[in-house]
């Protein structure tokens, strides 16, 4: 347990002495807001065709834009966080030189991601298909999922969660390529399990309570548009805080386990993030 106090301390200690860690992921969630709010205005059914092209073509520029500056911000936190962790000090440079040289490895993740999720979605089609024939039958099980189906899906994407937790931080932190990052990261987690479990837990069960928190609140205020928006960025603060220590709580269990490695850090490690 001395481990997980020195993890969690240490993460809690940096985070106070340099909040600006938090900068990276409240960027994003104002990105997210933006995408948010153009949706909800390409859905406004008071538009005329030609003002409903323009809309959504505004709303696919937010999508690239979102593409791109989301992978930026998202490897300058853990570039940020990776200095924090060796030097006690982060700065936006940091960040910026992470953005700058992994975004596009961060980009491939997610076209591997998708073209992969795309073929398990299929597969999972094509056996639910087969195991439930009737079609009536397969939309009540999808719009009223059973609360053993609602906890295995939870238990699955708890499991995805654990092997895959190191994948960014290996990419942006250890300089990997995707599908090594991917690789690495289900070889830590299954190598160090007993590091990795109980550094997931407190994660999930905070963000756990986080999420019930924030639905509540949406179920309170959903009928009173001014207030909803409130809430809604009042969430994503919130969401970008915590997403902020949490990448800082990756990120250094990531780097201890590989200090601690044989194998250790590739040799294209980043190490001018931390001089």
Same mark, same amino acid.
């Given at each position: 347990?001395?481990?997980v ?24 969630? +104002? ?14 059914? =008071? ?8 809309v ?5 520029l937010?999508?690239?834009? $979102?593409? *791109?500056?989301?992978n $930026?911000? #998202? ?11 060796? &030097?006690?000090?982060? #700065?936006?440079?940091?960040? &910026? ?19 992969v999720? #795309?073929? *398990?979605?299929?597969? #999972? $089609?094509?056996?639910?298909? @087969?195991?439930? %024939? ?31 937790? $190191?994948?960014? %931080?290996?990419? *942006? *932190?250890? +300089?990997?390529?995707?599908l090594? +990052? ?36 949406? +179920?309170?205020?959903?009928? !009173? ?6 809430? !809604?960025?009042? @969430? ?19 780097? !201890?386990? =590989?200090?601690?490695? %044989? !194998? ?7 190490r %001018?993030?931390?001089?």
């Amino acid at each position: 347990m001395a481990g997980v106090r020195e993890l969690f301390g240490r993460s809690w200690r940096l985070y106070r002495e340099n909040p600006i860690l938090a900068v990276p992921a409240l960027l994003l969630q +104002g990105l997210g807001l933006l995408i948010a709010l153009s949706a909800a205005l390409a859905r406004q059914p =008071e538009h005329d065709l030609s003002r409903a092209a323009l809309v959504l073509a505004f709303v696919a520029l937010w999508l690239v834009i $979102y593409f *791109v500056g989301g992978n $930026y911000l #998202t490897a300058a936190a853990f570039g940020m966080s990776a200095a924090a962790w060796r &030097v006690d000090l982060a #700065t936006l440079a940091d960040g &910026v030189r992470a953005g700058a040289r992994r975004w596009w490895a961060l980009a491939t993740l997610w076209f591997l991601i998708v073209g992969v999720g #795309t073929l *398990v979605a299929v597969a #999972t $089609y094509l056996v639910f298909a @087969a195991a439930v %024939p009737s079609e009536p039958a397969r939309r009540a099980i999808v719009t009223h999922p059973s609360a053993a189906l609602r906890a295995a899906v939870i238990a699955v994407a708890l499991v995805f969660w654990f092997f895959t937790i $190191y994948t960014v %931080p290996a990419i *942006v *932190v250890g +300089g990997r390529r995707a599908l090594d +990052g991917f690789v690495r990261s289900v070889t830590l987690a299954r190598k160090r399990a007993r590091e990795t479990v109980v550094m997931v837990i407190p994660l999930a069960l905070v963000g756990g309570l986080l999420f019930l928190g924030g639905s509540a609140l949406d +179920g309170v205020v959903a009928h !009173q548009p001014w207030t909803a928006a409130l809430a !809604q960025i009042a @969430a994503a603060i919130v969401e970008g805080l915590w997403g902020a220590y949490v990448t800082l709580v990756v990120t250094g269990r990531f780097l !201890q386990l =590989e200090d601690s490695s %044989p !194998q250790g850090l590739p040799a294209e490690t980043m190490r %001018p993030i931390y001089e």
